[in-house]
């Protein structure tokens, strides 16, 4: 696997946005949206309303992805 961020787009709430992730990150993303039984972009849409102004999109949700399986470990 690359290590190397992979730039995809997403629509949040109507605007297309490109967000770069490793692949591993997209992976787990992916698995959490279709456990959470919703699509990708409703998922990015949450984590982008919740994430304020000081932090970058791909950073919000690489930590939401690291919460949420520390989350399941404990």
Known sequence: M???PVKRSLTLRGHR?????ETEFWEAFRTIAAEQGQ???ALAA???AARGTEMGLASAIRLYVLR???DRAT
């Open 2 to 4: 690359s290590h190397r």
């Open 17 to 21: 946005t490109s967000v770069s992730l």
């Open 39 to 41: 699509p990708i972009n």
């Open 46 to 48: 949450e984590i982008d």
């Open 68 to 70: 949420h399986y520390r």
